[in-house]
T-cell receptor, first 114, second 116 residues
Framework: AQKVTQAQTEISVVEKEDVTLDCVYETRDTTYYLFWYKQPPSGELVFLIRRNSFDEQNEISGRYSWNFQKSTSSFNFTITASQVVDSAVYFCALLTGTASKLTFGTGTRLQVTL | NAGVMQNPRHLVRRRGQEARLRCSPMKGHSHVYWYRQLPEEGLKFMVYLQKENIIDESGMPKERFSAEFPKEGPSILRIQQVVRGDSAAYFC??????????????FGDGTRLSIL
């Protein structure tokens, strides 16, 4: 069975602070894909990144970076110099090679204030 | 360059009525997925369809819920005799195939269903 755990329910930071959102996953499949989605207050889901299980290289995109560690089954997401527009719920999700459905974590609500 | 289109954006129904949610996948995508998001929760998979076929309905409630993706037209998620517990946001996603390396699934803006 697949499982995604986002232990942080809510995080509040002041603008310009760095913040890391944790994601721990469980799967017995050797081929799998990890995703992060952003859900702003308007409600839509915005794709941020996909990482496959064979690629442990970390990725940086502007102020966003992702740290994939197979040894700890984690795929953490860091926002550097946070901004108010980063305020949203962030979901980590898992897609395994034997299933077509995404398994989502319960999300982390990030509140960035001035 | 239309993405996944869902309508209506908001739907209000009284208990016992039927709700029909529509989803048009992105151009070129033949795989459609429905997810439900209950208030303050993450998304839960409901059903995965290809044209005229239900591939995986393991997340669908056994009664009152059905889904289709006809040869022509949008995918429909149908909820009969709605109850208050059906109030949620229903998201549709599409992809060009079911291969993991051909994802991500692209999501529509969702339909917010409210049951009075």
């Amino acid at each position: 069975a697949q499982k995604v755990t986002q232990a942080q329910t809510e995080i509040s930071v002041v603008e310009k602070e760095d913040v890391t959102l944790d994601c721990v996953y469980e799967t017995r499949d050797t081929t799998y894909y990890l995703f992060w989605y952003k859900q702003p207050p308007s409600g839509e889901l915005v794709f941020l990144i996909r990482r496959n299980s064979f690629d442990e290289q970390n990725e940086i995109s502007g102020r966003y970076s992702w740290n994939f560690q197979k040894s700890t089954s984690s795929f953490n997401f860091t926002i550097t110099a946070s901004q108010v527009v980063d305020s949203a719920v962030y979901f980590c999700a898992l897609l395994t090679g034997t299933a077509s459905k995404l398994t989502f974590g319960t999300g982390t609500r990030l509140q960035v204030t001035l | 360059n239309a993405g996944v289109m869902q309508n209506p954006r908001h739907l209000v129904r009284r208990r016992g009525q039927e709700a029909r949610l529509r989803c048009s996948p992105m151009k070129g995508h033949s795989h459609v997925y429905w997810y439900r998001q209950l208030p303050e929760e993450g998304l839960k998979f409901m059903v995965y369809l290809q044209k005229e076929n239900i591939i995986d309905e393991s997340g669908m409630p056994k009664e009152r819920f059905s889904a289709e993706f006809p040869k022509e037209g949008p995918s429909i998620l149908r909820i009969q005799q709605v109850v208050r517990g059906d109030s949620a946001a229903y998201f549709c996603a599409s992809s060009p195939s079911d291969r993991g390396d051909n994802q991500p699934q692209h999501f529509g803006d969702g339909t917010r269903l409210s049951i009075l």
